[in-house]
C-alpha cells in the first residue's frame, strides 16, 4: 500500500521549457513534504520542501506547489536545464518521522 | 568526514552467504535511516535510529535482516542468508534533526548489493 506515488516514471522535456513532476499522497496526516534529486551512483540530495499549512515555497527555478484537497504536490522547474536531468523523489513525513518515498520519477532535459 | 560514507560501495556476494553494510554518519547527526532502493523501484524505509531511544525496525523486510548503531555513531546493516531479491542500493542517512521536527536527510551513496 504505496502512501506516495509519483505516477510517471519518467518525463522528457526540451531545455528552456518548464518541468512539472506530479506527486500524490493517500495520508491527509502528512505535515512535511519534501524533494530530493538523485544522480547515477550518488545518494539523493534534498533540493527543496514545504509545510502542510503552505501551498508553495519557491527557491530559484524550483518551486513546490501543495494541494492538500487533492493531496497532490508538484516540483515546477523554470527554466530546465540539461543539469536537471536525473531521478526525483518526492517524500512526505508525520510530525518528523520517517520519510515515506515515492517511486521517483526520471527527468530528462533535451539540449 | 563531511558527508554520510558507506562501504561497501559495492558487493557481489552468493546466495545464502551473510553480508555486513556499514555506514558511517555525519558527526553530531543524532538520527540515521537505512533505505533501500531495488531495480525500477523507490525508496523503501528499512530501520531507524533516534538517539538512545530503541530503534523503529518497522521496514524490516524479515528476520533475516538485522541493523545496530553502536555509540551512536557507526551503524552495521547485517543481511544473513541473502537471497536473490536482496539486491539493491542499500543507502544510509543521517539527520541532525530532533524527534518532532523534519531535517532534511543527508545521504550517503549506497552499497549496491548483488546476490548471484
Known amino acids: 500500500d504505496q502512501q506516495v506515488k509519483q505516477n510517471s516514471p519518467s518525463l522528457s522535456v526540451q531545455e528552456g521549457r518548464i518541468s512539472i513532476l506530479n506527486c500524490d499522497y493517500t495520508n491527509s496526516m502528512f505535515d512535511y513534504f519534501l524533494w530530493y534529486k538523485k544522480y547515477p551512483a550518488e545518494g539523493p540530495t534534498f533540493l527543496i520542501s514545504?509545510?502542510?499549512?503552505?501551498d508553495k515555497n519557491e527557491d530559484g527555478r524550483f518551486t513546490v506547489f501543495l494541494n492538500k484537497s487533492a493531496k497532490h504536490l508538484s516540483l515546477h522547474i523554470v527554466p530546465s536545464q540539461p543539469g536537471d536531468s536525473a531521478v526525483y523523489f518526492c517524500?512526505?513525513?508525520?510530525?518528523?518521522?520517517?520519510?515515506?518515498f515515492g517511486g521517483g520519477t526520471r527527468l530528462m532535459v533535451k539540449p | 568526514g563531511a558527508g554520510v560514507s558507506q562501504s561497501p560501495s559495492n558487493k557481489v556476494t552468493e546466495k545464502g552467504k551473510d553480508v555486513e553494510l556499514r555506514c558511517d554518519p555525519i558527526?553530531?547527526?543524532?538520527?540515521l535511516y537505512w533505505y533501500r532502493q531495488s531495480l525500477g523501484q523507490g525508496l523503501e524505509f528499512l530501520i531507524y535510529f533516534q538517539g538512545n531511544s530503541a530503534p523503529d525496525k518497522s521496514g524490516l523486510p524479515s528476520d533475516r535482516f538485522s541493523a545496530e548503531r553502536t555509540g551512536g555513531s557507526v551503524s552495521t546493516l547485517t543481511i544473513q542468508r541473502t537471497q536473490q531479491e536482496d539486491s539493491a542500493v542499500y543507502l544510509c542517512?543521517?539527520?541532525?534533526?530532533?524527534?518532532?521536527?523534519?531535517?532534511?536527510?543527508?545521504f550517503g551513496s549506497g552499497t549496491r548489493l548483488t546476490v548471484v
Open positions: 514545504i509545510s502542510s499549512i503552505k
Open positions: 542517512a543521517s539527520t541532525y534533526a530532533p524527534p518532532g521536527t523534519v531535517g532534511g536527510y543527508t
Open positions: 517524500a512526505a513525513s508525520l510530525r518528523g518521522n520517517m520519510l515515506t
Open positions: 558527526s553530531g547527526h543524532t538520527a
